[in-house]
């Protein structure tokens, strides 16, 4: 099958978040599975510092943005380590910025011209490199409007007739909602203003337009798809998702064991697996604690914590009962991210009140982020919403064990301690129900009670968490299989 992986941010050449991840992944794992996939996304600043190779096609082409003609042209690279084509749209008018979508905090107020701009380059591809294309696999709502161009526009001509559209929410919470006038910028008719298409009350919703258009619907863990059918998740859109549920599948994202693997990863002090771990996972930890400037203890617990500083992740509730932990308990804390600002600072004020015990990086780190999955006794995650999370399964992989709140794709794929899971040998890690810091406090208390007087059921968690298979192979052939029954309807 030829899959067009449409997306706005793809590893190794810009990320902000686990898009990044999945798009790079993803369409290795189908190409592995004897599948053609080609990714498109921007050729952003950050994606041409990359240091990948990036050379350009030699073909450049114009758009139609409202009452102006915006060029842009064609550069073309690989996915790492394979031969799935990755082509960027160059335009420097909009995509040589600092950030991807916003820059200090504040949204690019031309986002919805910028994506616009990007959804008819993406369409433009296929025309101008003379692609069969089986599968139009857009992402989010910087790419919501493909559907609906394709839909509306192209569906006409024989190259696009047969596409088949699959849309992926990766989080609902970020719509890509605008102002009705931005409906000038698409060039799409204002018949499709409506409730039942692109209009969000009152204004251009394109997360809503890319789910109204396509033919099918995913996101990406079973508990979300079924979570976002409810007021509490949906973020408004419940109407919508109801409207599509027959159409819409949840499948559970994949890790890229080549770049997540502790058996095999440049960024360790100490590589391991599963019979390594107990000997050379302290290695990592000694690592970690001398490289964050804390006292160096085999024995302390240290909790690492990697992500976006965003109201979604309780970042908020764990700033809240740190004192707690350190001040009763010794705990040790790595925090690694980036985000709201008033987080930033309020975790800055905790690393200086508690030097011994709290380290911070508020910056975007990769290799920082594997040390910290390598060398932290747990991960937490109190995510008051959580369509998949990528980290608790590094964190499984990589034998940290996880303490995650209850929701999304952290219940699909860690089994809390409890009498029931220890026996049937399915525990990996510790889970609590309600985002708030008695239950946090709780889970807490239960991993550093666990930890500290039955190390062997410890031992026992790390193992069964490191011997799960997180890899895409399972989810790329779910993928595969929503393609084709879609394309038999
Ligand atoms: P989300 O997509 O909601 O941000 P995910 O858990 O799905 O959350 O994916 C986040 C990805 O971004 C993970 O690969 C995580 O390691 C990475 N990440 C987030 N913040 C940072 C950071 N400050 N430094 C390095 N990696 C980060």
Not at 128 to 131: A, G, H, N, P, W
Not at 238 to 242: D, H, I, K, P
């Given at each position: 099958?030829?899959?067009?992986?449409?997306?706005s941010?793809?590893?190794?050449?810009?990320k902000?978040?686990?898009?990044a991840?999945?798009s790079?992944?993803?369409?290795?794992?189908?190409?592995?599975?004897?599948?053609?996939?080609?990714?498109?996304?921007?050729?952003?600043?950050?994606?041409?510092?990359?240091?990948?190779?990036?050379?350009?096609?030699?073909?450049?082409?114009?758009?139609?943005?409202?009452?102006k003609?915006?060029?842009?042209?064609l550069?073309?690279s690989?996915?790492?380590?394979?031969?799935?084509?990755?082509y960027?749209?160059?335009?420097?008018?909009?995509?040589?910025?600092?950030?991807?979508?916003?820059?200090?905090?504040?949204?690019?107020?031309?986002?919805?011209?910028?994506?616009?701009?990007?959804?008819?380059?993406?369409l433009?591809?296929i025309r101008?490199?003379?692609?069969e294309?089986?599968?139009l696999?857009?992402?989010?709502?910087?790419?919501?409007?493909?559907?609906a161009?394709?839909?509306?526009?192209?569906k006409?001509?024989?190259?696009?007739?047969?596409?088949?559209?699959?849309h992926?929410?990766h989080n609902?919470?970020?719509?890509?909602?605008?102002?009705?006038?931005?409906?000038?910028?698409?060039?799409?008719?204002?018949?499709?203003?409506?409730?039942?298409?692109?209009?969000f009350?009152?204004?251009?919703?394109?997360?809503?337009?890319?789910?109204?258009?396509?033919?099918?619907?995913?996101?990406?863990?079973?508990r979300?798809?079924?979570?976002?059918?409810?007021?509490?998740?949906?973020?408004?859109l419940?109407?919508?998702?109801?409207h599509?549920r027959?159409?819409?599948?949840?499948?559970?994202?994949?890790?890229?064991?080549d770049?997540?693997?502790?058996a095999?990863?440049?960024?360790?002090?100490?590589?391991y697996?599963?019979?390594?771990?107990?000997?050379?996972k302290?290695?990592?930890?000694?690592?970690?604690?001398?490289?964050?400037q804390?006292?160096?203890?085999a024995?302390?617990?240290?909790?690492g914590?990697?992500?976006r500083?965003a109201?979604?992740?309780?970042?908020?509730?764990v700033?809240?009962?740190?004192?707690r932990?350190?001040?009763?308990?010794?705990?040790?804390?790595?925090?690694?991210?980036?985000?709201?600002?008033?987080?930033?600072?309020?975790?800055?004020?905790?690393?200086?009140?508690?030097?011994?015990?709290?380290?911070?990086?508020?910056?975007?780190?990769?290799?920082?982020?594997?040390?910290?999955?390598?060398?932290?006794?747990?991960?937490?995650?109190p995510?008051?919403?959580?369509?998949?999370?990528?980290n608790?399964?590094?964190?499984?992989?990589?034998?940290?064990?996880?303490?995650?709140?209850?929701?999304?794709?952290?219940?699909?794929?860690?089994v809390?301690?409890?009498?029931?899971?220890?026996?049937?040998?399915?525990?990996?890690?510790?889970?609590?129900?309600?985002?708030?810091?008695?239950?946090?406090?709780?889970?807490?208390?239960?991993?550093?009670?666990?930890?500290?007087e039955?190390?062997?059921?410890?031992?026992?968690?790390?193992k069964?968490?490191?011997?799960?298979?997180?890899?895409?192979?399972q989810?790329?052939?779910?993928?595969?299989?929503?393609?084709?029954?879609?394309?038999?309807?």
């Open positions: 099958m030829n899959i067009l992986f449409a997306t941010e793809a590893v190794p050449f810009a902000t978040g686990g898009l991840d999945v790079s992944s993803l369409p290795r794992a189908l190409s592995q599975l004897g599948h053609q996939p080609v990714v498109v996304m921007p050729a952003y600043k950050q994606a041409l510092r990359s240091g990948q190779a990036i050379r350009p096609v030699g073909i450049d082409f114009s758009i139609p943005v409202w009452n003609t915006v060029y842009g042209s550069l073309e690989r996915l790492t380590d394979s031969d799935v084509p990755v960027l749209i160059l335009q420097d008018q909009y995509y040589d910025r600092d950030g991807l979508y916003n820059q200090n905090g504040t949204d690019y107020t031309d986002n919805c011209e910028r994506f616009v701009f990007f959804s008819r380059a993406v433009e591809t101008l490199l003379s692609l294309i089986d599968v696999h857009t992402n989010d709502w910087q790419t919501g409007l493909i559907p161009y394709l839909e509306a526009v192209y006409e001509s024989p190259r696009y007739k047969k596409i088949t559209s699959v992926t929410i609902l919470a970020y719509q890509g909602v605008f102002w009705h006038w931005d409906m000038c910028l698409t060039g799409l008719d204002w018949k499709y203003f409506t409730y039942d298409k692109m209009e009350f009152g204004k251009l919703n394109l997360l809503k337009t890319g789910m109204m258009f396509a033919d099918g619907l995913t996101t990406v863990s079973p979300y798809a079924q979570e976002i059918l409810s007021p509490e998740y949906s973020c408004g419940e109407g919508v998702l109801r599509r027959k159409d819409l599948r949840g499948i559970l994202n994949g890790v890229d064991t770049h997540w693997n502790p095999a990863d440049p960024n360790l002090a100490a590589v697996n599963t019979e390594t771990v107990f000997e050379n302290p290695v990592c930890k000694q690592a970690l604690q001398e490289e964050m804390l006292p160096v203890n024995e302390t617990p240290l909790v914590i990697v992500g500083l109201f979604q992740k309780g970042l908020d509730l700033i809240d009962v740190i004192p932990w350190v001040e009763e308990h010794n705990v040790q804390w790595v925090i690694l991210g980036t985000g709201d600002p008033k987080l930033e600072q309020r975790i800055e004020e905790l690393a200086a009140s508690y030097p011994q015990n709290v380290a911070v990086k508020l910056s975007f780190s990769d290799a920082v982020a594997h040390r910290i999955e390598a060398g932290a006794d747990m991960f937490l995650m995510s008051r919403y959580e369509p998949c999370g990528l608790q399964m590094y964190s499984l992989i990589y034998g940290t064990v996880p303490i995650v709140r209850e929701t999304g794709g952290l219940v699909d794929t860690v809390g301690l409890n009498t029931e899971t220890f026996e049937k040998g399915t525990a990996n890690g510790f889970s609590f129900k309600d985002a708030d810091h008695s239950g946090l406090n709780w889970a807490i208390e239960q991993a550093l009670i666990c930890y500290r039955t190390p062997g059921i410890w031992k026992q968690l790390v069964t968490g490191m011997s799960q298979d997180w890899s895409w192979k989810s790329a052939a779910r993928y595969l299989e929503f393609y084709e029954e879609l394309r038999s309807r």
